[in-house]
């Protein structure tokens, strides 16, 4: 009876001491995962969000057995489908659509048929060119696809090739699919008027453990549900930088941009976040651009060309813009202050010209037809807003199209769509 007792104590004893190991142990693990007291940081739960909106034409293509590919029409989106994914001739649909997921990029793609089960994966090919710009970093970039209930789910493995910019994902279903970056500092671009300010913060849009760019994924290590962005926590920043002009006050996860007083002509900056990686530099960027007191205008899908210029009061209550450099002197009246005016080159009521200093050709805001007669330019001005003198006046013109004539002769000799801005002061 006494061995019996003995050794029933013995094995409560030692239930206790496995409890209280195994209470220890839960205990320095969370502990260690504490920094600065700060609550190990898990990620935004998933989000439902509404599938997107169409935002293109629909394309159709007939793929069989022996496999192929299509391309939509804007060239953003390849999709390849091998010999043997399929069994027999089917009819595959894309259509573009609006991006819903909080942590995405550019617009998306619907693809068809969605109850289709692929034998071998199929790759989906975004090229992303276009949007460089919008990106923080081409580290963070990924591509997801919308379930059932509305959650987007970032998709790995995937492959980036920064030399091309592109990036691919294989995938034996059909959905609606787009990019995302899972990381982002918020503006990742921004266009800025001299002395604005812009506020910024980093933003997390997955779960993860204890590096940034080791996100949690699910079991089979294949998809990984996104929510909302949320601030990334002050510990994991690991600095902040500005390059170029005007000034950075920055702590933690955010931070605000303020551009210079003054900007004689387009200038660029870039503000830097970097997060602490045990592997990697993580490098996020905010591409800004401050736009100073000046007319920016192109022809056609040319280049920006940037001058100085000025607006103010002529006669009676006929207002103008005018500016010039070593190239082009450019002119625009119209009667009255803010407000839309569209093009009236009777009397010079609403009109524009555009010069260039050799006196040899010049553009206006009227053409002739096939029959020869003089009709208005499609497009307008519009003069966001008027001050007294010495304010900052706004707005932005379209010229569709502008008629090019010749300075010797008079006579026009093309025709060519002008778009512009301007941010200028007023000076009388």
């Keep these: 009876m006494l061995d019996y007792v003995a050794a029933r104590n013995n094995l409560i004893m030692n239930k206790i001491f496995l409890l209280l190991c195994t209470a220890l142990l839960v205990f320095n693990s969370s502990c260690k995962k504490e920094k600065n007291g700060e609550i190990p940081y898990k990620g935004p739960e998933p989000v439902s969000r509404p599938a997107g909106n169409p935002d293109g034409a629909l394309q159709s293509f007939q793929i069989g057995a022996a496999g192929g590919e299509f391309t939509t029409a804007d060239g953003k989106l390849k999709v390849i489908i091998p010999a043997g994914a399929i069994s027999e001739l089917t009819n595959f649909q894309v259509q573009p659509i609006t991006n819903t997921a909080d942590a995405g990029v550019g617009g998306g793609y619907r693809l068809f048929p969605h109850d289709l089960t692929f034998a071998k994966p199929v790759t989906l090919e975004f090229n992303y060119e276009e949007l460089v710009d919008s990106i923080a970093s081409e580290d963070v970039l990924s591509i997801a696809y919308q379930s059932d209930d509305g959650i987007w789910h970032m998709v790995r493995p995937h492959y980036l090739d920064k030399v091309n910019k592109t990036i691919q994902t294989p995938t034996t ?23 604005a300010e812009l506020p910024l913060k980093v933003l997390n849009f997955h779960p993860y453990s204890d590096d940034l760019l080791a996100p949690l994924v699910s079991s089979d290590n294949s998809t990984l549900p996104l929510g909302e962005g949320k601030p990334v926590p002050a510990s994991l920043i690991k600095k902040w930088q500005l390059n170029g002009p005007g000034k950075l006050v920055a702590s933690g996860n955010s931070g605000t941009y303020t551009a210079p007083a003054t900007a004689t002509s387009e200038t660029s ?85 555009i010069t260039n200093q050799a006196l040899t050709k010049y553009y206006v805001a009227f053409v002739e037809n096939n029959t020869g007669e003089i009709v ?37 000799i093309d025709t060519e769509s002008i778009e512009g801005t301007f941010r200028v002061r007023r000076a009388k």
């Design 376 to 412: 208005n330019s499609g497009g307008s001005i519009t003069i966001d807003n008027w001050g007294p003198v010495g304010s900052i006046v706004t707005g932005r013109f379209t010229v569709s199209p502008s008629g090019l004539r010749s300075g010797l002769t008079g006579k026009q």
């Design 173 to 195: 279903h059909f959905s609606d699919w787009v990019l995302v970056t899972w990381l982002k500092l918020i503006p990742a671009s921004a266009e800025l008027s001299t002395s």
């Design 269 to 353: 900056a870039t503000v830097v976040a970097e997060l602490k990686s045990e592997a990697h530099q993580l490098l996020l960027l905010s591409n800004i651009k401050i736009i100073g007191e000046a007319i920016r205008y192109r022809y056609g899908n040319g280049e920006w060309r940037m001058i100085p210029g000025h607006v103010g009061v002529t006669l009676g209550n006929q207002s103008g813009l005018g500016g010039e450099d070593e190239e082009d002197v450019l002119t625009i009246i119209w009667n009255g202050t803010s407000g839309t005016y569209n093009w009236n080159y009777d009397g010079g009521k609403v009109a524009m010209t």
